[in-house]
C-alpha cells in the first residue's frame, strides 16, 4: 500500500517504519523540515529506531521524509499522528489535529482511509476530523497508538491494538492495513470506544500513580518503608497491581491525557473528581522532593552543590517533556541552591548542558538510565533517591 503518516514524531516514525519493514511504500510528512531533512539522510531522533533501519528502508525506497503536503495525494492510507496538547488552561489542544484535517482536505483528490493515531477524547474522528473533509468521501478509522518509548519487550508488533471505524469498511480496510505489521487486532464497536479505552488507560496510571505517591508520603510519616510495603503487598497473587512512586509524571501521556477525559466529562456533565485529585497529587511531588531533601540535608541546602541525575520523564529514554525535574530544580535553586544537571542522553535542555555528577556535595536522583555512574552518586555527601534504585540512601 502506498502510505502517508502526518506527523514524523514518537508515533509517527514508529508506524512508517512498521510499516516500510513489511514492505509498504511510506511517506513520513513532517512540518518540521530539519526533522525532514535529517530522516531522509537516516538519521533516527527516537529510541527503538536505529539509525541503520532507517536508513535501509531510504535506500531501499521503502520510506521518504517530506515537507511538501502534495505526496498525500494518491496515498491509499493516511495517518495522522501529531500532538494533541494542552492549553494554557489545561484544556485539549486540538490545533495540530486540525491542521492534519485541513491538509487532507486540502491535499487529497483521491478516496483513502484516514486514520487517526493520537490521543484524544472520544468523539475526535467523527466530530473533530471527518466533519473538517468534506470534498472527498473518505474511510475513517481510529486507532490510539500504545507505543511506549523505550519498551524492549512490548512495541509496534506485539502490542495489541485497538481499531474502531466510522463504517464497517473502514474498519475492514484498517484491519489489512494494520493486520500486515500487527499480531493482535481488536476491532471494538466504533471509534468512540477506541478513543476512550486510550484516555482510560493513561487515567488508569495517572490515579495509580498518585495514589502511591500519596501513600509513600503517609509511610514515610509513619517511619516504614512504602517500597518495602509495596513489595509486600505485591505478592498478593490477584486484585492487586503494583505501581511506583515517584518525583511526579512526565511525558507526553500520563500528564496530559486523563485532562481530555476531564474535559468531555465536563461537558456532558460528570465531575471527573479522580482525575483533578491525581493532577493535584502529581504536580505536587516536586514540592514533596524538595522538602524531604532540604530535611535529610540537615534543614537547608543554601550554597550547596547541588546535582540533580536524569532529567528525562523516564529511564533510557531523552524525551524532556512535561519532566518533573525541571520543578526540582526550579525549587531547589529557589533554596538557594547551586543546581546543576546529569544525563548523558539529554545532553543539553532548557539551555543548559549535562554537567559531571563528581564534585556535588548533594545529589538527587530523579530519573535512573541504564549505565549511570552510581558509584560517583554515592560518593557525593547526602544522596535523595525518586527511583528506589540505589540502596541505602535517603529517598522515596
Ligand atoms: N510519545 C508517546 O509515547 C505516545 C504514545 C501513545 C500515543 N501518543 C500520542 O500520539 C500523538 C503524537 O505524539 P508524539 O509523541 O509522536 O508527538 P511528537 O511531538 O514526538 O511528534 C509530532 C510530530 O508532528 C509534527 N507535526 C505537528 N503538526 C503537524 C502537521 N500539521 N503536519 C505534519 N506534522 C506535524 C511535529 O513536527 C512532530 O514532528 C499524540 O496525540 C500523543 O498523545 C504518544
Known amino acids: 500500500m502506498r502510505v502517508a503518516i502526518i506527523g514524523q514524531g514518537y508515533v509517527g516514525l514508529t508506524i512508517a517504519v512498521g510499516a516500510a519493514g513489511v514492505g509498504h ?3 513520513g510528512f513532517d512540518v518540521n ?19 541503520s533501519d532507517l536508513a535501509g528502508f531510504v535506500a ?4 521518504a521524509a517530506s515537507a511538501d503536503a502534495s505526496v498525500l495525494d494518491g496515498c491509499e ?3 495522522i499522528a501529531v500532538p494533541t496538547p494542552l492549553d494554557e488552561t489545561r484544556n485539549p489542544d486540538l490545533s495540530y489535529v486540525y491542521a492534519a484535517a485541513e491538509l487532507i482536505s486540502t491535499h487529497v483528490k483521491s478516496p483513502a482511509l484516514v486514520i487517526n493515531e493520537s490521543t484524544s477524547y472520544p468523539g475526535t474522528l467523527r466530530k473533530e476530523i471527518a466533519t473538517r473533509i468534506i470534498e472527498i468521501e473518505h474511510l475513517y478509522a481510529s486507532s490510539p497508538e500504545r507505543v511506549d518509548p523505550g519498551n524492549n519487550q512490548w512495541g509496534t508488533k506485539n502490542t495489541p491494538r485497538l481499531i474502531g471505524g466510522l463504517t464497517p469498511s473502514a474498519v475492514a480496510k484498517a484491519v489489512q492495513f494494520y493486520g500486515s505489521f500487527c499480531d493482535n487486532l481488536i476491532e471494538v464497536s466504533s471509534p468512540e470506544v477506541a478513543e476512550a479505552a486510550k484516555i482510560f488507560e493513561n487515567t488508569f496510571r495517572q490515579v495509580n500513580i498518585a495514589l502511591v505517591n500519596e501513600f509513600a508520603q503517609i509511610t514515610d510519616a509513619l517511619g516504614i518503608s512504602g517500597r518495602e510495603v509495596l513489595d509486600a503487598a505485591a505478592t498478593k497473587p490477584y486484585g492487586f497491581m503494583p505501581f511506583n512512586p515517584g518525583p511526579g509524571v512526565g511525558g507526553h501521556c500520563i500528564p496530559v491525557d486523563p485532562s481530555y477525559l476531564a474535559h468531555v466529562a465536563n461537558e456532558v456533565g460528570v465531575p471527573a473528581t479522580f482525575i ?8 505536587a511531588m516536586p514540592s514533596y522532593v524538595v522538602k524531604r531533601v532540604v530535611a535529610g540535608a540537615g534543614g537547608s ?3 550547596k552543590k547541588m546535582v540533580v541525575v536524569g532529567v528525562s ?4 529514554v531523552a524525551d524532556t517533556r512535561e519532566t518533573p525535574a525541571a520543578a526540582v530544580i526550579d525549587l531547589l535553586r529557589e533554596q538557594g541552591a547551586m543546581v546543576t544537571w546529569h544525563d548523558d542522553l539529554v545532553g543539553t535542555w532548557r539551555g543548559e548542558s549535562s554537567s559531571p555528577i563528581s564534585g556535588a556535595d548533594i545529589a538527587v536522583l530523579v530519573t ?14 547526602y544522596v535523595f533517591d525518586c527511583t528506589g534504585q540505589i540502596a541505602g540512601v535517603d529517598g522515596i
Open 25 to 27: 511504500s511510506v511517506v
Open 33 to 51: 523540515a530539519d526533522l525532514v531533512t535529517q530522516l531522509n539522510a537516516g538519521r533516527s531522533h527516537i529510541e527503538g529506531i536505529s539509525d
Open 60 to 63: 531501499a525506497g521503502l520510506y
Open 77 to 79: 492510507v493516511i495517518v
Open 276 to 283: 483533578k485529585r491525581a493532577n493535584e497529587v502529581n504536580l
Open 301 to 303: 541546602i543554601k550554597g
Open 313 to 316: 520523564y523516564k529511564s533510557n
Open 368 to 381: 535512573i538510565h541504564d549505565g549511570v555512574d552510581v558509584a560517583a552518586i554515592k560518593a557525593c555527601g
